[in-house]
Nanobody
Framework: VQLQASGGGLVQAGGSLRLSCAASGQTLSRYALGWYRQAPGKDREFVAAVAWSGVSTYYADSVKGRFTISRDVAKNTVYLQMNSLKPEDTAVYYC?????????????????WGKGTQVTVSS
């Protein structure tokens, strides 16, 4: 399975970006999908996850109310809509797939990782 993230870029504080992550090689319809990010000099941190059903979503407190995760099963794709961006959101964003959302929430290992996409928010 390959996960390819896209949609990153440079945006001013208060702006929006929409990240996409398309999977190829295998359907991920029964996997939970999520996003992590890693800022320079910092550890990777959980951002958001969506259950395989697409009904249940989970967010880090730092992005709650600003970011929205969703998935399109038919397109084998997960999205991260990021609004009201802040300079502290600057990071490389990675998508991942895991057996259940618990793997994201508890910090267990994920099954698949994608290459990251850079998000830079200027003040």
């Amino acid at each position: 399975v390959q996960l390819q993230a896209s949609g990153g870029g440079l945006v001013q504080a208060g702006g929006s970006l929409r990240l996409s992550c398309a999977a190829s090689g295998q359907t991920l319809s029964r996997y939970a999908l999520g996003w992590y990010r890693q800022a320079p000099g910092k550890d990777r941190e959980f951002v958001a996850a969506v259950a395989w059903s697409g009904v249940s979503t989970y967010y880090a407190d730092s992005v709650k109310g600003r970011f929205t995760i969703s998935r399109d099963v038919a397109k084998n794709t997960v999205y991260l809509q990021m609004n009201s961006l802040k300079p502290e959101d600057t990071a490389v964003y990675y998508c991942a797939a895991a057996k259940t959302e618990t793997y994201f929430l508890e910090g267990y290992g994920t099954d698949y990782w994608g290459k990251g996409t850079q998000v830079t928010v200027s003040s």
